[in-house]
T-cell receptor, first 113, second 112 residues
């Protein structure tokens, strides 16, 4: 079945710098991708959902890139600020697995002043 | 307002006691999940429910059981709780298909 590897597990960057988190998946039939953000002591909130037909998706202060050839999904935070400190999870789903989300193991991002 | 509500938010139980964690959603979602999250770790899937009385084991079902008698309500039961079941438990729901999962705020369970 689908497996998702998320890297790095921990990431520390200075305020104003960029940060990149990457997920590598195995099922070429995966079509739906999600990034969630979990602030300390809180639940998971959807950051962005990406469909396979779109390779670049932009949000407020971040960009999600999908490389289908290498089966990689990346979250790129530009100009990180303290509010970005959180744990980030990617999730992948495919029609042939009944759209069940397969989760990455999470990346703890710390923004230093 | 779309919500997944978990009760209680915090719970302390003695080893061997029974535990009931409750989850409700007001979105008529068919599919609901129970996950646990240990400190510094990711999500581990305990059970999935595809609708009323249609439940499937996830990756770590041992020591847990679930009940779904109404679409909007999904319970997680620990019969004779163990200290290694101390964790944060998240309930989540989705309408099914290629859509996101909505999470509750979690229940922090401590078994002493």
């Amino acid at each position: 079945g689908e497996q998702v590897e998320q890297r790095p597990p921990h990431l520390s960057v200075r305020e104003g710098d960029s940060a990149v988190i990457t997920c590598t998946y195995t099922d070429p039939n995966s079509y739906y991708f999600f990034w969630y953000k979990q602030e300390p002591g809180a639940s998971l909130q959807l950051l962005m959902k990406v469909f396979s037909s779109t390779e670049i998706n932009e949000g407020q202060g971040f960009t999600v890139l999908l490389n289908k050839k290498d089966k990689q999904l990346s979250l790129n935070l530009t100009a990180a600020h303290p509010g970005d400190s959180a744990v980030y999870f990617c999730a992948v789903s495919a029609m042939d697995s009944n759209y069940q989300l397969i989760w990455g193991s999470g990346t703890k991002l710390i923004i230093k002043p | 307002d779309m919500k997944v509500t978990q009760m209680p938010r915090y719970l302390i139980k003695r080893m061997g006691e029974n535990v009931l964690l409750e989850c409700g959603q007001d979105m008529s979602h068919e599919t609901m999940y129970w996950y646990r999250q240990d400190p510094g770790l990711g999500l581990q899937l305990i059970y999935i429910s595809y609708d009323v009385d249609s439940n499937s084991e996830g990756d770590i079902p041992k020591g847990y059981r679930v009940s779904r008698k109404k679409r909007e309500h999904f319970s997680l039961i620990l019969d004779s709780a163990k200290t290694n079941q101390t964790s944060v438990y998240f309930c989540a729901s989705t309408p099914g298909g290629p859509t996101e999962v909505f999470f509750g705020k979690g229940t922090r369970l401590t078994v002493v």
